[in-house]
């Protein structure tokens, strides 16, 4: 009923929605494909505590967030033309543009966090092509997520084609963040990524189960010299690949990946250098009364040495920082080549609890890369538990004891709901 409210409240939003929806339902009439929909809920609710405000007129004390997120679908198959729209309504109650007791339009709005269409089979061949504004995870999303955990997600805009056969699987992107034909009379100046991302089959050897064996390679550019006096202009490569086996009730994984390129400041050029590389090692332990998984992972991401002229920093600003690096997220930005990087290990622990309740156990410890001081230590603790009408509970907490300062705790309880 809220999203019913909302959609008619927005007139202008609505026709264009109207238009879109029977264009597919008009596709599904002409190719007698069928409609799924599926509407997913969230509610979190946030707290945390932080170091004490500098300023004397704030007391200490917990501050609380109520975080919503509703999303509609509508899902268009079985034919050789697909389509898929995804509206989503993302807010914080009480929010600055929610205007909430006042009797007026909102200014947040509700958009299609998903828009496209597929077309299949081309060529006759198990190939598919995606146009529009989508999702797209890759590997373990360390690269390219859809950054669940923010109460908006991530989508890329562009074109997306993939296919699935015997080999294994192939994906090639091209990704448009930023279209400047408005400023500029040139491709040359549009923010895009254009990449490869190789997943061939691997043949099972003995005693080992080679599961995973990803191969990867994109690039980015970037050119603001038409938007300011100050030229900026990048060119970054990322090559890498990602692995995975199994071994007796063992699991190994790792990745690695390296970028190169160039970043052009006022003529002053600097060649970009760095790595990432990581390593996971889990236990299966399913077997055992109560803990099921214990699992110990290396992180290391390369950072930026200011006396330097090249810049080491690995840039990952597409990546699910907060998937491998705890809660407080701290030192998980890595949006450009100049950041400090991060030097970590972690310990983590699954348990199955009664009640059908699972137990996650997380401790971080953080390490600056170039001075190699320590940053601080982190402790995640999540309870969740799968509802019987198509919900999942959690309940966590995280502590953060920096290196210096007072200790950071964030708490959140979330329900999520799919239907």
Same mark, same amino acid.
């Given at each position: 009923?809220?999203?019913?409210?909302?959609?008619?409240?927005?007139?202008?939003?609505?026709?264009?929605?109207?238009?879109?929806?029977?264009?597919?339902?008009?596709?599904?009439?002409?190719?007698?494909?069928?409609?799924?929909?599926?509407?997913?809920?969230?509610?979190?609710?946030?707290?945390?505590?932080?170091?004490?405000?500098?300023?004397?007129?704030?007391?200490?004390?917990?501050?609380? $967030?109520?975080?919503?997120?509703?999303?509609?679908?509508?899902?268009?198959?079985?034919?050789?033309?697909?389509?898929?729209?995804?509206?989503?309504?993302?807010?914080?109650?009480?929010?600055?543009?929610?205007?909430?007791?006042?009797?007026?339009?909102?200014?947040?709005?509700?958009?299609?966090?998903?828009?496209?269409?597929?077309?299949?089979?081309?060529?006759?061949?198990?190939?598919?092509?995606?146009?529009?504004?989508?999702?797209?995870?890759?590997?373990?999303?360390?690269?390219?997520?859809?950054?669940?955990?923010?109460?908006?997600?991530?989508? $890329?805009?562009?074109?997306?084609?993939?296919?699935?056969?015997?080999?294994?699987?192939?994906?090639?992107?091209?990704?448009?963040?930023?279209?400047?034909?408005?400023?500029?009379?040139?491709?040359?100046?549009?923010?895009?990524?254009?990449?490869?991302?190789?997943?061939?089959?691997?043949?099972?050897?003995? $005693?080992?189960?080679?599961?995973?064996?990803?191969?990867?390679?994109?690039?980015?550019?970037?050119?603001?010299?038409?938007?300011?006096?100050?030229?900026?202009?990048?060119?970054?490569?990322?090559?890498?690949?990602?692995?995975?086996?199994?071994?007796?009730?063992?699991?190994?994984?790792?990745?690695?990946?390296?970028?190169?390129?160039?970043?052009?400041?006022?003529?002053?050029?600097?060649?970009?250098?760095?790595?990432?590389?990581?390593?996971?090692?889990?236990?299966?332990?399913?077997?055992?009364?109560?803990?099921?998984?214990?699992?110990?992972?290396?992180?290391?991401?390369?950072?930026?040495?200011?006396?330097?002229?090249?810049?080491?920093?690995?840039?990952?600003?597409?990546?699910?920082?907060?998937?491998?690096?705890?809660?407080?997220?701290?030192?998980?930005?890595?949006?450009?080549?100049?950041?400090?990087?991060?030097?970590?290990?972690?310990?983590?622990?699954? $348990?199955?609890?009664?009640?059908?309740?699972?137990?996650?156990?997380?401790?971080?410890?953080?390490?600056?890369?170039?001075?190699?001081?320590?940053?601080?230590?982190?402790?995640?603790?999540?309870?969740?538990?799968?509802?019987?009408?198509?919900?999942?509970?959690?309940? !966590?907490?995280?502590?953060?004891?920096?290196?210096? !300062?007072?200790?950071?705790?964030?708490?959140?309880?979330?329900?999520?709901?799919?239907?």
């Amino acid at each position: 009923m809220y999203l019913a409210n909302r959609y008619i409240r927005f007139s202008g939003r609505g026709q264009l929605m109207n238009k879109y929806f029977s264009v597919l339902v008009l596709l599904s009439s002409t190719f007698a494909a069928d409609l799924e929909w599926q509407a997913d809920f969230r509610y979190r609710l946030e707290t945390d505590k932080d170091i004490e405000n500098a300023d004397p007129i704030y007391t200490r004390a917990r501050n609380t $967030f109520h975080y919503t997120r509703s999303r509609i679908s509508l899902r268009l198959v079985e034919g050789p033309i697909t389509g898929f729209a995804q509206l989503q309504d993302s807010r914080l109650l009480g929010g600055e543009d929610n205007f909430a007791g006042l009797s007026k339009a909102s200014g947040v709005k509700i958009e299609f966090h998903q828009i496209y269409f597929q077309v299949n089979n081309l060529l006759k061949r198990n190939w598919s092509m995606r146009f529009g504004r989508f999702e797209m995870p890759l590997g373990a999303q360390r690269l390219f997520s859809k950054n669940n955990w923010n109460n908006y997600g991530r989508s $890329f805009e562009g074109v997306h084609s993939f296919t699935k056969n015997s080999f294994g699987s192939i994906n090639l992107f091209h990704l448009i963040n930023e279209e400047n034909s408005g400023t500029a009379d040139s491709d040359y100046y549009d923010e895009r990524i254009n990449g490869i991302y190789l997943s061939p089959l691997m043949n099972h050897l003995p $005693f080992i189960d080679m599961n995973v064996f990803d191969l990867y390679w994109y690039n980015y550019i970037k050119d603001e010299t038409f938007l300011t006096d100050e030229s900026v202009k990048i060119e970054r490569s990322t090559m890498g690949s990602r692995w995975a086996f199994n071994f007796l009730f063992a699991k190994f994984e790792g990745e690695f990946a390296i970028q190169s390129g160039k970043f052009n400041q006022l003529s002053s050029i600097s060649e970009i250098d760095a790595n990432f590389n990581v390593f996971n090692f889990h236990l299966d332990l399913s077997r055992l009364p109560i803990i099921s998984k214990i699992s110990f992972g290396k992180e290391y991401f390369s950072g930026d040495d200011t006396s330097t002229v090249d810049l080491e920093g690995f840039a990952n600003p597409w990546g699910a920082g907060h998937k491998y690096h705890g809660y407080t997220d701290q030192f998980t930005r890595f949006n450009d080549n100049d950041r400090s990087g991060l030097d970590e290990w972690n310990v983590k622990a699954e $348990f199955s609890l009664p009640g059908n309740f699972m137990l996650n156990v997380h401790y971080h410890d953080f390490k600056d890369v170039i001075k190699l001081d320590p940053l601080g230590t982190e402790l995640d603790v999540v309870i969740s538990k799968k509802m019987g009408f198509g919900g999942v509970l959690q309940q !966590g907490f995280a502590v953060y004891w920096p290196e210096e !300062g007072e200790k950071i705790q964030y708490s959140f309880f979330m329900l999520n709901i799919t239907l």
